[in-house]
């Protein structure tokens, strides 16, 4: 604190001098701290406007990533439910293979026991031979009818059968060398 009692009461010019430039000094002084104030209080203020702003943007952020992941929800459940479906469709074909194919053994097995009877009542090879080439009456007509039969019943295809196809061949070449 300053006594100005004693700078009024100075006696001389140097005391005078003295005072003023301690005055001087202390005002350059208390200006600088002034100015650094200043110069603190500035960058305080940028500092919480920048804080501010990044505050901002981070809760922008968030919303943005918390509506993304929502939306990354909401397409998974729907993706599961419709792999849930496809899954029950699935089942259900494989559900509905695995009857056909008990059907077919059902249909197998009557099939060879109806074959089982004809060939224990006597009807030979020659009669399912005849009843295959029943209605042909010529040579052209035959070998149609020889193409149509072996394209169907050939061992290779799915239901073929090699013994009616040994059948047809021997039918064939019978009928054949009558003509």
Known sequence: M??????????SVEELKSAKLWLFQENMRLENERRE????????????DKLQRERTQFRDEME???RRSLVERKRLKEENLFFDKKMAILQDGFR???EDRRSLEREKKSFAEEKRLLLERGAGDGDVGQILFRSVSNSLGLRKRYRDLVKIFHPDNLFGDEELSQLINKEYLRRKRED
């Open 2 to 11: 300053i006594d100005w009692e004693e700078i009024i009461r100075a006696e």
């Open 37 to 48: 104030l200043e110069t603190e209080r500035k960058e305080l203020s940028e500092s919480r």
């Open 64 to 66: 943005n990533l918390n």
């Open 96 to 98: 509905h293979l695995e």
